[in-house]
């Protein structure tokens, strides 16, 4: 494997305006055929696509949260997160408890 940098890439991260966290991939086979290079400027986590990446957070989330606890518990959990409201009016207590395997 060999890494590369790519100085615009560089330039573009430090850029105040842009902070731009580019990367590129193309992948080299021994018999000399090569993929297509990939390259990507803006990733979905940044500041510029945070409304793409929004909805992958959330399903990441609800993922997560489904394979580590029952389902009754797993749609309480989603439920609160899902309601910024009802969240910041829990208890610790009440928060601590909805995490808690049963």
């Given at each position: 494997m060999e890494v590369r940098e790519n100085a615009a890439f560089t330039k573009d991260y430090y850029a105040a305006d842009k902070?731009?966290?580019?990367?590129?991939?193309?992948?080299?086979?021994?018999?000399?055929s090569a993929t297509p290079r990939v390259q990507i400027d803006v990733p979905i986590g940044h500041r510029r696509r945070r409304a793409e990446g929004?909805?992958?957070?959330?399903?990441?989330?609800?993922?997560?949260?489904a394979a580590h606890f029952p389902p009754k518990q797993a749609a309480?959990?989603?439920?609160?997160?899902?309601?910024?409201?009802?969240?910041?009016?829990?208890?610790?207590?009440?928060?601590?408890?909805?995490?808690?395997?049963?």
């Open positions: 902070r731009y966290i580019g990367n590129a991939l193309q992948v080299f086979f021994r018999d000399g929004r909805p992958l957070l959330v399903k990441k989330f609800e993922a997560s949260v309480l959990i989603q439920s609160l997160f899902a309601n910024p409201a009802k969240l910041d009016a829990l208890s610790v207590n009440e928060f601590v408890s909805a995490l808690v395997l049963s």
